[in-house]
């Protein structure tokens, strides 16, 4: 009956794009609304990498957070002298999150563990988000607070004060 009364008065939902519907799938965005998406849209920027491909490197100044729209993603960290696998990053999953809250040095290396595809959110596209679409922001900000506590809850962590 919704969809004669839609048709009847010319109000028609438009469908979803495909890139929309895959974005809704990354948890940062989950709970965003289709008008919110399009906007987030506007501001990821698609990365292709191929197997075995550096995202970035331990010590990289962090620029952007990254959501898997496919492929895999190896997280490592170098302790001289071994390598430590620390995380394996699947489509709809972020890395690189810190790189949103601050230009710290990377902590780990993210590398392709596969061919992918990743979508990039630059922090100062998020600070521009910040100050035009604060509630958008916020809604990211809330989702990312909670991926980084489950993060933080599924693996042991040693906690130091930050260097000031």
Known sequence: MLGFFQRL????????SPRLAQIRNIVLFAT????????????????HYL?????FDQ?????ALYAVLSGRILIYRRTEPTVELIAEVLPGSVFGELALLGGAPR?????AAEDCVLAALSRADFERLIETHGAIASRIAVQLARDLGH??????VVIEPPKL
């Not at 197997?51 to 995202?55: A, L, N, W, Y």
């Open 9 to 16: 008065f010319g109000f028609t939902r438009r469908p979803e």
């Open 32 to 47: 965003l609304r289709p008008k919110e998406l399009r906007v987030i849209d506007g501001l990821l920027h698609e990365r």
């Open 51 to 55: 197997k075995g491909e550096v995202i």
């Open 59 to 63: 010590g990289d100044e962090g620029q």
């Open 107 to 111: 902590v780990a290396q993210a590398r």
């Open 151 to 156: 993060k933080l809850a599924t693996r042991p």
